[in-house]
Nanobody
Framework: QVQLVESGGGLVQPGGSLRLSCAAS????????MGWYRQAPGKQRDLVAR???????NYATSVKGRFTISRDSAKNTVYLQMNSLQPEDTAVYYC??????????????WGQGTQVTVSS
């Protein structure tokens, strides 16, 4: 089993910054992709940013240049630094982590979600 614990959400004014963290634990042999998704009320869950095991990143067009995804392999943690936040960034943010367990089974797990609200 894999457990993901997210933190760092909150209320911020337009133009402000937040950093989200997602720490993974469990019987993990190897990570593959780690990413962040978001879901606004009444909308589908969409990819925000993703980072591969080799450090290759990709971003949604709407966040390019403002958000940065990174990972700390020693801490099994993925981060999302969000700058220049706008009201349209308001959503519940979920981390998603994939990889292989020590049992050799592949996994893909979701965090519990953290609310990000951008409002004056």
């Amino acid at each position: 089993q894999v457990q993901l614990v997210e933190s760092g959400g909150g209320l911020v004014q337009p133009g402000g910054s937040l950093r989200l963290s997602c720490a993974a634990s469990g019987s993990i042999f190897r990570f593959s992709n780690m990413g962040w998704y978001r879901q606004a009320p009444g909308k589908q869950r969409d990819l925000v940013a993703r980072i591969t095991n080799g450090g290759i990143t990709n971003y949604a067009t709407s966040v390019k240049g403002r958000f940065t995804i990174s990972r700390d392999s020693a801490k099994n943690t993925v981060y999302l630094q969000m700058n220049s936040l706008q009201p349209e960034d308001t959503a519940v943010y979920y981390c998603n982590v994939g990889g292989t367990l020590i049992t050799t089974h592949d996994f893909s797990s979701w965090g519990q979600g953290t609310q990000v609200t951008v409002s004056s």
